[in-house]
C-alpha cells in the first residue's frame, strides 16, 4: 500500500471503533484531545484513513496497555514525531555526505594517490640466499682459523 493510499480516508467511525474496539465516544474525545485528526467529509462524517488507524492502536496501546493517561499519550507521540523527523534528517544529511565524498573522489585523480606509494622498478631481491647449514659450517670454519691465530 502506498503512502497516499494509507493516507485515503475511508472509514466511518462505527468501522473504525470495532476495528480496534473501543466505543465511537472514546473516539470523539481522542479527537477533542487533539491526539487524532480525522478528515471530515461536507456532511461533517469522521472519515479515517490506514495511518489514523495505526495512530489509534497506539493510542490504545499506551493508555490500556501501559497506564498512561492522555497527556502523557499526547507527549509520547509528539516526542515520537520528533524522532522521525531528526531521523529523516539524519539520513538526507548522509546521503548528501556520501554523494559529495564521491564527487570528490571522482574529481580527484586518484592516480596522484596511487603515487604516494613508491614502487620499485623491479622486485625486491635477497643480497644473498644463505643455507643454514652453511652458516654453521662457516661459523665453526672462522672460530677454528681465529684460535689458529691465538685471537679466542
Not at 474496539?21 to 478528515?39: A, F, S
Not at 456532511?43 to 501501559?66: N, V, W
Not at 640466499?129 to 691465538?150: H, L, Q, R, Y
Request: glycine share 6%.
Amino acid at each position: 500500500m502506498t503512502d497516499e493510499e494509507r493516507q485515503r480516508p475511508k472509514y466511518p467511525i462505527s468501522v473504525v471503533a470495532e476495528m480496534v474496539n473501543v466505543h465511537p465516544q472514546t473516539l470523539r474525545l481522542y479527537e477533542r484531545e487533539g491526539l487524532i485528526k480525522p478528515q471530515r467529509t461536507s456532511r461533517q462524517t469522521r472519515l479515517y484513513s490506514e495511518d489514523d488507524i495505526d495512530r489509534l492502536k497506539s493510542i490504545i496501546s499506551l493508555t490500556q496497555d501501559m497506564g498512561v493517561n492522555l497527556a502523557g499519550v499526547e507527549i509520547i507521540l509528539r516526542m515520537r514525531g520528533q524522532m522521525e523527523d531528526m531521523q529523516t534528517t539524519v539520513e538526507e544529511l548522509l546521503k548528501r555526505l556520501y554523494q559529495k565524498i564521491q564527487r570528490q573522489f571522482t574529481e580527484t585523480d586518484y592516480r596522484e594517490m596511487a603515487g604516494l606509494v613508491p614502487r620499485s622498478a623491479s622486485p625486491i631481491q635477497p643480497v644473498r640466499t644463505v643455507n643454514p647449514t652453511d652458516v654453521k659450517g662457516e661459523i665453526i670454519e672462522e672460530a677454528v682459523s681465529k684460535k689458529g691465530d691465538g685471537e679466542v
